[in-house]
């Protein structure tokens, strides 16, 4: 039989998915250095390789890979400075669940009007 649920471990499983999230989206930022890195890299090899690769980047699905790099950063970002504060100041550890709405409410701020620019520029011609 399972414990009755309160309040305290729907925060907790909710900060575990948080912090599962944000490793992800971690990962998601490394490759995109890598690949960022290997791109400029092609450079030395003249600009033919270097305007393929740049061209690929131009292809919808390439647009919507664009998209999920753009997930990934920005939601590790914002959450990183919310994990941030909670660490550096344990004072605000009360006021977690709202830190978590500020952010979320922060990161869909900036996330919906520039994913609608990414998909609409990628798929509008």
């Known amino acids: 039989m399972r414990p009755a649920l309160n309040s305290e471990s729907y925060q907790a499983d909710r900060d ?3 912090r599962r999230l944000h490793r992800v989206t971690g990962v998601g930022v490394f490759i995109f250095l890598i690949l960022h890195i290997s791109h400029i890299w092609l450079l030395g090899f003249g600009p033919e390789p270097f305007n393929r690769l740049t061209l690929f980047y131009q292809h919808p699905i390439a647009r919507l890979l664009q998209l999920f790099l753009f997930f990934s950063v920005l939601f590790h970002a ?8 909670l660490d550096f100041w344990p004072g605000l550890l009360r006021y977690r669940r709202a830190l978590t709405w500020i952010a979320a409410v922060i990161f869909l701020i900036v996330f919906i009007p520039s994913s609608l620019l990414v998909v609409m520029d990628a798929f509008g011609d």
């Open 78 to 85: 914002v959450n990183g400075v919310r994990m941030a504060a």
């Open 16 to 18: 575990r998915w948080l």
